[in-house]
């Protein structure tokens, strides 16, 4: 038997020999099992369906030729496998608006997925947020497509350090979850590529090695199996050399997906198999087809394999270490957004005697949803636990706790009280990934190995942008008791705040904050960290300004305007614009600057801390385009920092913005086009706090 077991240091040449050897050995049969994950099913039935209970083997593979096979865990909150360390969701580590601290983070997921036997991640999740209603929006990072790819990216990288593949997903348009399954999103070339696509590419740009296609279709395509996606823009335009697997269970419809640039049918082979096999015997596919999948999956698999790792044994004490957990708090401190203060945070150490901590939601280990990215740490903090553990630190006396299912008793509660925290928003069963139950297991699975659970159905896209009646009933006592009130929001994304918002002091959005959110939200709280989160979206005022959305739709049109464009285009005023997030300190904005050349557009301004608390500002750079060849967004965003700042402590923030990052998608040509004229550039701590200038380019 000839062995082409991978060995550290291979050079490239040495990898595509060994490549067109295994290629020459391989029987047809070997080859076209290569393009499928086997197993699921019935690890899937051992394991009472318990997600990622144990690696899931994604394609490759050839146990004959000593050829390894891909191994699958998923994210984005952490791996789902083991007992792993649960970070904040990714839409609150959108907020941070740091992609050095995102790096870190894939850096961890990417250790944690070799102590569990993985090789390729799901994690990186890239999907536009398009409107607040979808229910897994707290995977993605945020509505705007050049901050999605930088984030993007940079989890991408860190996984990829510790040699596991990561996979962006799920490419493309899947902005729904209800209607995934069998949504066609009509989108024209413009639309797809300004909005939709660019930050896929920046992931790929950055060396991301595998892309999942979505569910859903394309202009009456599946994705999975569409050539345009595929393999017309993805190899074609942008040059991607990895490899493309479908998502599970449903993700492909027909052989001939391997033709349009599949490579992977997942989880097992549905549609690809002897399908795939007898495809290629009657002529309808191309053997090439074969080969040609087979040298994607196997290039990625053997360069990561071949690549030495930088940690030398990757043992089980590196799930959840303490360097781990560290992160994961920094994590949760750096993604909360402050949407109101007046005047009532930070409160005062030793100034709160009794604190009142309301809602049950303060006493939930609420980490998210119950789907895909459900991730099992060691330990949860709650809201309520941070501050009990935090109160002999913080001076305080006594906590007094109540709930929504009993305002009496929250009365009584709040006699006493000097401040109130009041724990409110979404869990599991307002929002998440829409899971029915025959998809868990697929449609193929024998009728003993089914359950009743598996018939059952969860997750899925909101039905209310705003909190439930019930805790705003909880909010309406706190207001009416003559104390301080902070509100604490917990979701994955917007939360309408109309009703209610003029009667609280204060307002912190802390997302799904990960194991560590309670320790976090007690420092955030009393001042030992200032927040600085700024929210990747925009919250409305009314549900009327956020595009169309239809959760059980055959059809939608997907266009050029949503989030803060579309606001802009039509002049609605948000409640609280892309961006906004306030801070215990102030911040000045002067002399913004810049300098074009033939390749880019440098901007510099210089930012300076006018308060009285050390903190961190997200700088944000936005561009105008002239917008006189066809009409354009008024302004996108382009760039962004995160810089540190004592009190009466300065500094100059500069970005550098390519040109080829101002063009448009001519319409009529399908090409990009640079538009000479006037851009304004500008710069603030959120979209709609802007210094401006411009330049001619």
């Not at 096979?69 to 904040?88: E, H, I, K, M």
């Not at 595929?230 to 493309?244: A, M, N, Y």
Request: glycine share 10%; charged share 25%.
């Amino acid at each position: 038997m000839t062995d082409f077991s991978p060995r550290k240091g291979m050079t490239d040449l040495e990898i595509d020999e060994t490549i067109e050897a295994i290629l020459a050995e391989a029987t047809l049969e070997e080859k076209v099992a290569m393009m499928s994950g086997q197993g699921f099913f019935q690890a899937m039935a051992e394991d009472d369906r318990v997600w990622c209970a144990r690696p899931y083997r994604a394609g490759g593979g050839l146990e004959r030729l000593n050829v390894p096979a891909l191994y699958f865990t998923d994210g984005p909150r952490g791996v789902a496998g083991g007992q792993s360390t649960c970070f904040p969701c990714s839409m609150a580590r959108g907020a941070t608006f740091d992609t050095d601290l995102e790096q870190r983070i894939g850096e961890v997921m990417g250790i944690e997925s070799r102590v569990n036997g993985c090789t390729l991640s799901g994690a990186v999740c890239m999907n536009l947020l398009r409107h607040p209603a979808w229910g897994r929006a707290q995977e993605t990072y945020g509505e705007d497509p050049h901050h999605l790819g930088e984030m993007g990216a940079a989890l991408a990288t860190g996984i990829q350090t510790h040699n596991v593949v990561a996979t962006v997903k799920h490419f493309a348009l899947n902005s729904m979850e209800n209607a995934r399954f069998k949504v066609d999103v009509r989108i024209d070339d413009r639309a797809l590529h300004e909005v939709y696509l660019p930050h896929f590419k920046r992931a790929i740009d950055a060396g991301c090695a595998s892309v999942m296609s979505a569910y859903n279709k394309m202009n009456g395509e599946y994705c999975g199996q569409d050539r345009v996606l595929l393999t017309d823009i993805l190899r074609g335009e942008w040059g991607f050399d990895g490899f493309v697997h479908s998502d599970w269970v449903m993700g492909v419809y027909h052989p001939y997906g391997a033709a349009a640039g599949l490579d992977v049918e997942n989880p097992e082979p549905i549609h690809f198999g002897p399908k795939l096999l007898a495809g290629v015997e009657n002529g309808t596919i191309e053997p090439e087809v074969i080969n040609r999948a087979c040298r994607r999956i196997l290039r990625v698999t053997y360069r990561f394999a071949a690549s030495e790792d930088p940690v030398e044994a990757y043992e089980s004490a590196l799930s959840a270490a303490p360097a781990h957990t560290a992160i994961a708090l920094e994590a949760a401190e750096k993604s909360a957004v402050l949407l109101k203060n007046d005047d009532v945070l930070p409160l005062i150490p030793g100034k709160v005697g009794t604190l009142a901590v309301l809602g049950k939601l303060a006493t939930q280990e609420n980490t998210g949803d119950e789907g895909s990215s459900k991730v099992r740490p060691p330990y949860v903090v709650t809201a309520l636990e941070g501050l009990e553990r935090a109160s002999e630190r913080l001076g305080i006396n006594e906590i007094v706790t109540a709930d929504e299912s009993d305002l009496d008793a929250t009365r009584e509660a709040l006699t006493k009280a000097d401040a109130i925290v009041v724990v409110v928003g979404n869990t599991a069963e307002d929002e998440g990934e829409f899971i029915p139950g025959d998809i868990a297991l697929g449609a193929d699975v024998p009728e003993e190995l089914r359950s009743e659970a598996q018939r059952s159905t969860v997750g899925g896209d909101r039905d209310n942008l705003g909190l439930r009646q019930d805790q705003q009933n909880l909010i309406a006592v706190a207001s009416s008791a003559g104390k301080p009130v902070i509100v604490v929001i917990v979701s994955g994304s917007a939360i309408m705040v109309e009703e209610w918002h003029e009667s609280v002091g204060a307002i912190l959005q802390t997302f799904y904050s990960g194991m560590e959110g309670g320790t976090a939200l007690a420092k955030l709280l009393f001042g030992e960290v200032s927040p600085s989160g700024k929210l990747p979206f925009v919250v409305a005022k009314s549900p009327a300004d956020y595009p169309f959305f239809d959760k059980g739709a055959e059809r939608i049109t997907y266009d050029l305007w949503h989030g803060y464009t579309k606001f802009d285009r039509e002049g609605i005023e948000p409640r609280y614009p892309f961006g906004h997030g306030l801070s215990y300190t102030t911040f000045d904005y002067r002399s913004l600057k810049t300098l074009a050349d033939d390749k880019a557009v440098h901007a510099q301004v210089t930012v300076s801390n006018t308060g009285e608390a050390e903190a961190e500002e997200v700088v944000q750079f936005y561009v105008g385009a002239p917008g006189k060849a066809l009409e354009r967004q008024k302004k996108l965003l382009k760039g962004f920092a995160r810089v540190k700042l004592k009190p009466g402590e300065q500094r100059l923030v500069s970005v550098t913005i390519p040109r080829e990052d101002l063009r448009y998608r001519d319409p009529l040509t399908r090409r990009w086009q640079f538009e000479p004229g006037e851009y304004r550039i500008s710069c603030g701590g959120s979209s709609a706090s802007l210094v401006e200038t411009t330049v001619a380019l």
